[in-house]
């Protein structure tokens, strides 16, 4: 038997995956950026090197200066892709 706090944790993580589904053709800003130095991927909100973790799509990062935000892109199966920081994106937001 679960208790009530085990049982709001499932439908919490099931509401979550209910909106994953949901999102087919949306792209996503993921907070990274490259623009201080090209090529060297930090994160936003800590203003660490993205360096431990990277999901990018083959080929990618491949636009030189002209790319420096980090998306999460529906037509790279939710791959991680560079791309201008001027297109208008869902974002992704961290949760502390």
């Not at 909100?45 to 998306?71: F, M, Q, R, V």
């Amino acid at each position: 038997m679960r208790t009530d706090d085990e049982v709001s944790y499932h439908r919490s993580k099931c509401k979550l995956y209910d909106i994953l589904a949901d999102v087919s053709g949306i792209d996503f800003w993921l907070g990274g950026y490259d623009l201080v130095n090209e090529g060297t991927w930090v994160w936003v909100k800590k203003n660490e090197y993205i360096n431990d973790y990277t999901h990018w799509a083959p080929g990618e990062p491949s636009s030189g200066t002209s790319e420096n935000c980090l998306g999460l892109y529906d037509g790279l199966n939710y791959q991680w892709n560079d791309a201008p920081c001027t297109l208008e994106e869902a974002f992704i937001c961290e949760v502390p």
